[in-house]
């Protein structure tokens, strides 16, 4: 259904969170204006219905607005996930995305400490640029140990813009990677504003994922361990979505089951075995499952659960 496409390596902020370190990867190798539009045309052949344009920041990419354009030629949805910074100067090119995802990691000086000072200021501003012209806009936040008590304010920034937010659980450890700064809330933490998250979805308050995935998540056992690879998932959780129904192209051309697999399964790369090939390589992992809310979410929408089938058709005819 739906492909996570990092278009470059280069990123104009150095988040402390970032499960990929793009900031510090190499940009040599990454693909030519032609190169993705060979992607996506092979992307829609093989079935994909939805592309979110990723990096790294997308927008460094001078291209960007004629890969959105060809992408919806292709007759593939368009997302674009952005730090924001450039979204003011860059209105003419992302116009026509399906919507733009704004990372906001809740209050400014929670946002700023990982993403670097200014930058919440910079992510507001986006969102009002966008919505301004008439771009769909959704802000993304990650729970962490700093923005804990934050869920609030950004229900007021939603309703303030008439936005949705998606809400994630943030990793430092995820299946043995020591790199990351620590920043997870103890189990207890977890859950408790999990809880609060599925009270204010129960009031209608406008949070992207379901409220059957949340409830999910809830039910990991413990929030000390991230994912399993290899191992019995644990009872009640959704098929692991993965590779399946979503996978992610990375800048190199390797095509990767999730995020935060990179690096920790094989992957083949789109060109040297193509994009079917590499798909159905992504789809063999061992990973059987983890806390990650949009991984149930996709999960259980797989598993063709009603109540997330129906998160989805309202998001859709919104």
């Not at 997870?184 to 994922?209: C, Q, S, T, W």
Request: charged letters at 25%.
């Amino acid at each position: 259904m739906t492909v996570i496409f990092n278009l470059t390596n280069s990123c104009n902020l150095r988040c402390k969170h970032c499960y990929a370190s793009y900031f510090a990867r190499s940009v040599k190798g990454e693909m030519t204006t032609a190169q993705v539009k060979l992607v996506l045309k092979d992307l829609k052949k093989n079935g994909c219905l939805r592309v979110n344009f990723c990096g790294g920041e997308p927008l460094l990419r001078r291209d960007i607005g004629e890969l959105i354009n060809y992408a919806k030629l292709q007759g593939l949805s368009v997302d674009l996930t952005s730090n924001g910074i450039l979204i003011p100067a860059k209105l003419n090119d992302i116009k026509n995305v399906k919507c733009l995802i704004i990372s906001l990691d809740g209050r400014s000086s929670h946002h700023d400490f990982l993403r670097g000072k200014g930058s919440a200021k910079k992510a507001l501003t986006a969102i009002e640029s966008a919505k301004k012209v008439g771009i769909e806009v959704r802000a993304n936040m990650v729970i962490h140990k700093y923005n804990l008590h934050d869920i609030d304010y950004m229900l007021k920034i939603a309703k303030r813009f008439n936005i949705k937010i998606h809400i994630s659980l943030a990793i430092d450890n995820i299946f043995g990677n020591n790199k990351l700064l620590k920043i997870k809330p103890e189990d207890n933490e977890f859950r408790k504003i999990l809880k609060y998250i599925i009270k204010k979805k129960k009031e209608g308050a406008p949070i992207m994922f379901s409220q059957s995935s949340y409830e999910s998540v809830l039910k990991w056992p413990d929030f000390e361990i991230e994912g399993i690879i290899g191992g019995i998932k644990p009872a009640g959780m959704p098929t692991c979505p993965a590779g399946k129904i979503f996978g992610l192209i990375d800048a190199d051309g390797k095509f990767w089951a999730c995020p935060h697999l990179i690096g920790k399964v094989g992957a083949k790369n789109i060109f040297k075995d193509g994009v079917a090939k590499a798909w159905k390589k992504a789809g063999s992992h061992n990973c059987t499952a983890c806390y990650q809310i949009y991984h149930h979410d996709f999960g259980m929408l797989m598993d063709l659960k009603v109540p997330v089938l129906w998160n989805y058709i309202k998001a859709a005819i919104k």
